[in-house]
């Protein structure tokens, strides 16, 4: 078993930055894919950002060139850096670890989520 923990949420004005952490704990060593999420209200979960045991990320387009997602081995914890946020970057965001990989961007090929934690953006 994984146990993840968001935190780092808040509100924020446009153009403003935040930091997400997610720490992980339990069987860390089984994970392959870590990643982000996020749901806007009434709306379906949606890929961020992901980064794989070797280093590799990827990002939705919605976020390139605005998100980094990095990670921190020895704390077991990984970081969504968002810059330069924009109202409709606003929704719940989740940490997800996933054992067995596939397509990133789909949430059911994560086992583990976190209890995400809100970020609100305004303008």
């Known amino acids: 078993q994984v146990q993840l923990e968001e935190s780092g949420g808040g509100s924020v004005q446009a153009g403003g930055s935040l930091r997400l952490s997610c720490g992980a704990s339990?069987?860390?060593?089984?994970?392959?894919?870590m990643a982000w999420f996020r749901q806007p209200l009434a709306n379906q979960r949606e890929g961020v950002a992901v980064?794989?045991?070797?280093?590799?990320?990827y990002y939705s387009g919605a976020v390139k060139g605005r998100f980094t997602i990095s990670q921190d081995r020895a704390k077991n914890t990984v970081y969504l850096q968002m810059n330069s946020l924009k109202p409709e970057d606003t929704a719940m965001y989740y940490c997800a670890a996933s054992r067995t990989g596939g397509s990133w961007y789909f949430p059911d090929n994560y086992s583990y989520w976190g209890q995400g934690t809100q970020v609100t953006v305004s303008s």
């Open positions: 339990g069987a860390t060593n089984s994970i392959v894919t």
């Open positions: 980064i794989y045991a070797g280093g590799s990320t």
